[in-house]
């Protein structure tokens, strides 16, 4: 029963270029999130969806960063016009239901956007 | 402002000993996680902790929540090398849509 998915799990990209994240959730999981941390911080939630629905969008930034989870195929995290800010890690989670009924998340493995 | 604070920011204990860490937040909760960050790698969950629930227990880990003082306290008795990580509370906060909030973690440095 493989885990949450990620990949890349290293991407360096140039300012000014798109980054795409893909994740790939735990088998028969519809709830999706991700989470960003920048280096020596804890994580902080940016997006929730469930197929074909953005649910909570309130941590992702105005501009620039989009994420989908469509019917069919993993759920991607786009980041246009990269800027060094963007370093981070980036973190897709995946639950069966709600993690706020009490349900726990499971991570996966990271995907390191280096921004040069 | 910060759901939740861990404290210490950094442990260091020798193997064998016992290992603390605490964390605070700030408002209502539905349920308090924590969670393992080994360097470089993704998260692994610990253990759970609901509202109603003051202790729980799981292996070498012991959790603890109290929610009038809106703390809860990790516990790993005869600490390993191999436990050497972060350490993250999260907390699911009543009334929201699912997402855990944070704290910024402390790190455990356990040396033989």
């Known amino acids: 029963n493989a885990g949450v998915m990620q990949n890349p799990r290293h991407l360096v990209r140039r300012r000014g270029q798109e980054a795409r994240l893909r994740c790939s959730p735990m088998?028969?999981?519809?709830?999706v999130y991700w989470y960003r941390q920048l280096p020596e911080e804890g994580l902080k939630f940016m997006v929730y969806l469930q197929k074909e629905n953005i649910i909570d969008e309130s941590g992702m930034p105005k501009e620039r960063f989009s994420a989908e989870f469509p019917k069919e195929g993993p759920s991607i995290l786009r980041i246009q016009q990269v800027v060094r800010g963007d370093s981070a890690a980036y973190f897709c989670a995946s639950s069966p239901s709600g993690s706020n009924a009490g349900n726990t998340i499971y991570f996966g493995e990271g995907s390191w956007l280096t921004v040069v | 402002s910060q759901q939740g604070e861990e404290d210490p920011q950094a442990l260091s204990i020798q193997e064998g000993e016992n290992a603390t860490m605490n964390c605070s937040y700030k408002t209502s909760i539905n349920n308090l996680q924590w969670y393992r960050q080994n360097s470089g790698r993704g998260l692994v969950h610990l253990i759970l902790?609901?509202?109603?629930?003051r202790e729980k227990h799981s292996g070498r880990l012991r959790v603890t929540l109290d929610t009038s003082k809106k703390s809860s306290s990790l516990l790993i008795t005869a600490s390993r090398a191999a436990d050497t990580a972060s350490y993250f509370c999260a907390t699911g906060l009543t009334g929201t849509a699912s997402k855990l909030t944070f704290g910024t973690g402390t790190r455990l440095q356990v040396t033989l």
């Open positions: 088998k028969g999981h519809s709830h």
């Open positions: 902790i609901r509202s109603n629930e």
